[in-house]
């Protein structure tokens, strides 16, 4: 696996996506780090949520001729990987990543023992029946290197260099027009604000990341 990288990939998926990258940057910065442990490790796995799912929702947004016409400028042999077989299993392995991260957030950031270790129970279960399939390891905050992969190819497309036919300009086009999706997921009810107590915070998290696993259930082959 790569660790997660601020270069040109983070910079320009930044500017396409508007993700802030800030404390995922300090934490990779600083090596392995335990989301689980005070502000800035909180810090770094909300970002990395934010990340997902912009990345999410802006892929989303694509057809499955965009995204085969997407997988074709990524080098030969890194599209191999069976995540990246289709649209729906690549937004599959996103959705249940989202969850993973969003379950260890809620377990680090609730008061309540008996909420940390359901919550805990649940990115543990997710990483056990399926880590193999996971965007970035919900432990290290670490890519896995078909995403990576994957991204680099999305970065190259955002430079133009995938977009010379305009099956890879269209794809390009509706991967930038997710910038303005908003969250959180319907259904989750409104996201507390920063003055909301952290049990709030926890209950939300806790919502959204199974709004994220019945997405992921319903769909991906």
Do not use: C
């Not at 909420?115 to 543990?124: F, M, N, T, Y």
């Not at 399926?130 to 290197?145: I, W």
């Not at 991967?175 to 952290?198: H, I, K, L, N």
């Amino acid at each position: 696996m790569k660790t997660m990288r601020i270069d040109g990939i983070g910079i320009i998926l930044a500017a396409a996506f508007g993700l802030g990258l800030a404390s995922a940057s300090s934490a990779r910065q600083s090596g392995a780090v335990s989301p689980a442990r005070g502000a800035a490790g909180i810090g770094a796995l909300d970002a990395v949520d934010h990340q997902l799912r912009r990345t999410a929702a802006s892929l989303g947004r694509l057809s499955g001729l965009q995204y085969r016409n997407l997988i074709k400028s990524m080098p030969a042999g890194s599209s191999a990987d069976s995540n990246l077989k289709s649209l729906a299993r690549v937004l599959k392995s996103l959705y249940r990543t989202i969850a993973a991260v969003e379950f260890r957030e809620a377990a680090a950031v609730s008061p309540l023992p008996e909420v940390k270790a359901r919550a805990s129970k649940a990115w543990r279960s997710i990483l056990k029946n399926g880590g193999r399939t996971l965007a970035v390891d919900p432990r290290s905050l670490k890519r896995a290197e078909w995403f990576s992969d994957f991204l680099s190819a999305l970065s190259s497309s955002l430079l133009g260099a995938g977009g010379s036919n305009s099956g890879g300009a269209e794809a390009v086009e509706a991967v930038r027009a997710g910038r303005g999706v908003r969250f959180p997921p319907p259904g989750a009810g409104p996201e507390p604000g920063p003055d909301s107590s952290p049990q709030a915070r926890a209950d939300f998290l806790l919502r959204t990341a199974k709004i994220y696993e019945r997405l992921a259930s319903s769909g991906g082959n």
